[in-house]
């Protein structure tokens, strides 16, 4: 790999990013629960959405010991809509980790990665940034522009490929500035060289050092592989009614959303007439229907042709658990996958 043209990057990209960084909240110290916690929330989620997440949630647990003291439903609440709830839980179960040895975090990338939960990127990203390693964090945003800097067509989801990005541009890092360098290939590969669209060449600090923008190959860069298709999955789901009460349901404990809440539902896309023969073995006494509605929601493999039901109930059977409108929505982390239907 290219090193020389790496290290000619780093220069125009820290005087860039003195004057062009985005005032984001988890910007504001080096505080490693802080750039932990957004650098988690960052991997699933645009930078508009996480800041309202990102304050919620350090008010709840502002540091690492109130994070491994949360109830598991307060988590989850918490990062509802977020979706990978996984990382949720093991953002606590590295908490927990963290609080035995006194809140504080390692600061040498190997010491991070043997934290749960903590892989490649974000132990690259504490690291220098928190404590200023020569550790490169390369994210779709850092091999965006890097493949594009050095016009490299390797597929960007080669892990051998990434693993020798971060390793080179280990090399580059500048002492004393680790951090910003970090954040400012992030921040370019958000704003300036961006993913969707056109990348903003002509604003670009670093254009004069871009062989794809020399040969005019950005639109061919980066190369992925080709995705596998989705699994398709069909699924009717019950938004089961009694008063001011909702039926939920807790889902396994492994698989997809494992162990979240979830409305009743069941395989197959159901007409009315089945959904009725299906509601009639749940003890519910009379139902009526007020509503239908179909949707869909994807995961990373698998989509999910949703159908709902909307039924008032007479009973509230113990099979389900009922939770009032105000517990539905202070207190259940229900998944976007059905919540898009009580809202
Ligand atoms: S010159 Fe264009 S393609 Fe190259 S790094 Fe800058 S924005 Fe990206």
């Known amino acids: ?15 860039w990013f003195s004057v062009s960084a ?19 929330m960052l991997q699933q989620t645009r ?3 996480v ?10 647990a502002p540091d690492v010991f109130a994070l491994a003291a949360l109830p598991e439903d307060v988590l989850l609440k918490l990062w509802e809509g977020l979706g ?5 839980r093991n953002l606590q179960k590295c908490a927990k980790v963290l609080s035995e040895h006194g809140g504080r975090f390692p600061e040498t990338k190997d010491g991070l990665l043997a934290l749960p939960g903590v892989g490649d990127y974000t132990a690259g990203a504490i690291a220098s940034i928190c404590f200023e390693q020569p550790c490169a964090a390369v994210d779709g945003n850092v091999l965006r522009v890097c493949t594009r800097v050095l016009e490299d067509f390797t597929p960007i989801d080669d892990a051998a490929f990434k693993k020798a990005l971060a390793e080179a541009l280990g090399k580059v890092y500048p002492k004393g500035r680790c951090g910003d360098f970090t954040q400012a290939l992030m921040e370019l590969g958000a704003t300036v060289c961006a993913p969707n669209g056109e990348p903003k060449c002509e604003v670009c600090p670093i254009a004069e050092h871009c062989l794809a923008r020399a040969h005019g190959t950005t639109g061919k860069l980066p190369v992925k592989k080709p995705k596998k298709a989705r699994r398709e999955e069909a699924r009717t789901v019950f938004h089961l009614r009694c008063g001011d009460h909702t039926a939920v349901q807790k ?11 979830e409305l009743p539902n069941t395989e ?3 007409s009315e007439a089945e959904a009725g023969a299906y509601l009639s073995g749940l003890e519910l006494g009379d139902t009526r229907l007020r509503a239908a509605r179909d949707g869909e929601h994807i995961f990373t493999h698998i989509r999910w042709a ?28 229900l998944p976007t996958a059905f919540r898009q239907f009580i809202e």
């Open 1 to 15: 790999m290219d090193t020389t043209r790496l290290l000619n990057i780093v220069s125009p990209l820290l005087d």
């Open 22 to 40: 985005r005032d984001l909240p988890w910007r504001r110290d080096r505080e490693p629960y802080h750039v932990w916690l957004s650098e988690i």
């Open 47 to 49: 930078v508009e959405a």
């Open 51 to 60: 800041k309202g997440y990102y304050a919620r949630f350090l008010a709840a």
């Open 84 to 88: 990978y709830y996984n990382r949720a």
């Open 251 to 261: 889902r396994p404990a492994k698989g997809l959303l494992a162990g979240l809440w």
């Open 268 to 270: 197959g896309l159901l």
């Open 306 to 333: 949703l159908r709902c039901y909307t039924v008032e109930c007479e009973k509230m059977p113990g099979t389900f658990t009922w939770v009032s409108d105000e517990q539905l929505k202070g207190e259940i982390g």
